[in-house]
């Protein structure tokens, strides 16, 4: 009877789960939703920004990202933004920095603890990095796409650092 139970309470579970993640997606609005409402508006400088950072041109998303943050220092997404520019233009202690910052703000950002990690792997700080899986281990309740990715780029570092 005990068996049937918890049988039935997990399958409830995942049920409810199933049909509240994509509320719960949604809601958050992509890998960790806009800091600020000005962040919604598609021609908003963190817009651009965000398409500049697409189209791999770090220089000008720098640029645009540091007024975004003229206007809101608290702009968690623009400082994720703005270490993953400095970390593309190999600038690691700006990069560093600037995901640390994301992370006083908003200490579970995904996107910040991701490309921290990936830094980390960058730097040859293997261990630093996967504090920050772990992390996300705790921070992402059904895993999540940046769990994955930086969970993906720890294996593909091993691979290429052992023996």
Request: aromatic residues 10%.
């Amino acid at each position: 009877m005990l068996f049937y139970l918890n049988t039935r309470l997990v399958a409830a579970a995942f049920a409810a789960a199933l049909v509240l993640a994509p509320v719960a997606v949604l809601a958050v609005g992509g890998s960790d939703g806009p800091s600020s409402p000005s962040a919604t508006a598609k021609d908003s400088p963190y817009a651009i920004a965000e398409k500049a950072i697409q189209a791999k041109d770090y220089k000008r998303a720098i640029a645009i990202l540091e007024d975004v943050l003229r206007d809101d220092p608290k702009h968690a997404d623009a400082l994720n933004y703005l270490g993953y520019g400095h970390r593309q233009l190999g600038d690691f202690d700006k990069a560093l920095a600037f995901y640390n910052r994301a992370l006083e703000i908003k200490p579970d950002h995904r996107g910040a603890h991701e490309y921290l990690g990936e830094l980390y792997l960058q730097m040859g700080k293997l261990e630093k990095a996967e504090e920050h899986l772990a992390r996300l281990d705790k921070i992402c309740f059904f895993s999540c796409e940046e769990f994955s990715e930086l969970k993906k780029a720890i294996q593909t570092y091993k691979a290429s650092h052992s023996g």
